[in-house]
């Protein structure tokens, strides 16, 4: 009959709508509703660092089966750079905050603290790579022109765009992603920092390609940055169908939610 989905579908296909579905739904978050990341999630990045002005962390990778069970650690602990000047509360998914701190805003070179959605992610890579195959979250790869506006006046300010072919921009500063994407955005995971997209309030912040082993690296303009392994590794874990989310915050804030006798796999019951 016409206008009926055909009885088998080739799994690409599947697998293509159900990453357009889901891109929509990391893409416009308010679309979606206001729902407890925690409660859905069965996926928990925790980035921790020794205190608000640290440039440098730790990144431990969580997971359980379903709502209810218990969380296991995955995988190693691995080092990342944070901004150049530590961290500062972020705008993300609501949190309970245990302390004061630096608030985020536009240009302070401070990385997200708080909680965030992840996704979807880029690259430099194209579709035909086998390592963009085994992703399991929706991809795109960076091509000429695409660009993140961090230009707060902008109606585009924190999205990620097409410069236009012929005429002005509608902002006056953004980040040439493909220009970046020889290093530090050969691959990446958005973090959603600021969804709403208050103007000032910080935007373009990724998870993306550093070197955070080099004792010589510096920080990150807000980001926060992993070895390229590490990050391929992490982004190859990472299914949209298990709703990921990235805890970041100091160490002291992350003791006081968890507890002090409580381990890390605790703190998703505790940070409401």
């Not at 579905?21 to 308010?30: E, Q, V």
């Amino acid at each position: 009959m016409r206008g009926m989905v055909p009885t088998r579908w080739p799994f690409y296909k599947i697998r293509q709508i159900r990453h357009k579905i889901a891109a929509a739904s990391l893409l416009l978050p308010g679309l979606v509703g206001a729902a407890d990341p925690l409660a859905d999630t069965t996926q928990l990045i925790v980035v921790t660092a020794k205190g608000w002005d640290s440039s440098r962390g730790v990144l431990e990778r969580y997971e359980r089966l379903q709502r209810g069970t218990p969380w296991r650690l995955v995988g190693m602990r691995v080092p990342v750079l944070l901004g150049r000047n530590g961290l500062a509360w972020g705008e993300g998914e609501p949190i309970r905050k245990p302390e004061q701190g630096p608030v985020k805003i536009e240009g302070d070179k401070r990385s997200p603290a708080g909680l965030f959605r992840i996704g979807p992610v880029y690259g430099a890579a194209p579709d035909s790579d086998p390592a963009v195959g085994r992703l399991r979250m929706p991809y795109r790869r960076i091509a000429p022109g695409l660009e993140c506006v961090d230009d707060p006046e902008s109606e585009e300010y924190n999205r990620i765009v097409m410069r236009p072919a012929q005429g002005a921009a509608a902002w006056r500063s953004a980040e040439k992603m493909a220009e970046l994407a020889v290093r530090e955005y050969k691959w990446l995971a958005v973090v959603q920092q600021n969804p709403g997209r208050k103007p000032g309030q910080g935007s373009c912040v990724f998870l993306h390609v550093g070197n955070p082993r080099s004792a010589e690296a510096a920080g990150t303009g807000g980001c926060t940055a992993l070895e390229e392994d590490d990050l391929t590794d992490l982004l190859a874990w990472l299914d949209v169908d298990r709703r990921p989310v990235l805890v970041q915050l100091p160490a002291a804030s992350y003791t006081r939610i968890t507890g002090p006798d409580a381990t890390p796999l605790d703190l998703p019951e505790r940070m409401q």
